[in-house]
Nanobody, 115 residues
Framework: QVQLVESGGGLVQPGGSLRLSCAAS????????MSWYRQAPGKQRELVAA???????NYADSVKGRATISRDNAKKTCYLQMNSLKPEDAAIYYC?????????WGQGTQVTVSS
C-alpha cells in the first residue's frame, strides 16, 4: 500500500512560482511513475506532468516551459516546480503513483492564482 501526501499549495500572484511536493510511503517509490494532475472547478482532472522511474518526463502543452517535475528516490518525494503561474493554473493538484496495475492518489493540494 502506498500513501501520498501533497504539500506546497497556496495563494500565489500571477507570474509567481510554487513548488509542490508529494511524499510517498512504502518501498516501491523508485519503481513507480509519478504524476501530477490537476482539477479546476467544473473541469475534468487533467495530467500536468509525469516522470517515469527512469527519469523520463512529459508535460501537458499548457505548462511546457513553465513546469518541472522531478523526483528524489532517497526521500521518496516527487516535486512539481511551477513558474510564471497564470490564473488558469488554479486548481487542486493531485499526486499520482502508478506501478503496473496499481494506482494511488493523494488527497490534493489547492493552488490559487490571484492578485
Amino acid at each position: 500500500q502506498v500513501q501520498l501526501v501533497e504539500s506546497g499549495g497556496g495563494l500565489v500572484q500571477p507570474g509567481g512560482s510554487l513548488r509542490l511536493s508529494c511524499a510517498a510511503s512504502g518501498s516501491i517509490f523508485r519503481y513507480t511513475t509519478m504524476s501530477w494532475y490537476r482539477q479546476a472547478p467544473g473541469k475534468q482532472r487533467e495530467l500536468v506532468a509525469a516522470i517515469t522511474s527512469g527519469g523520463t518526463t512529459n508535460y501537458a502543452d499548457s505548462v511546457k516551459g513553465r513546469a518541472t517535475i522531478s523526483r528524489d528516490n532517497a526521500k521518496k518525494t516527487c516535486y512539481l516546480q511551477m513558474n510564471s503561474l497564470k490564473p488558469e493554473d488554479a486548481a487542486i493538484y493531485y499526486c499520482n503513483s502508478r506501478l503496473n496495475a496499481n494506482d494511488y492518489w493523494g488527497q490534493g493540494t489547492q493552488v490559487t492564482v490571484s492578485s
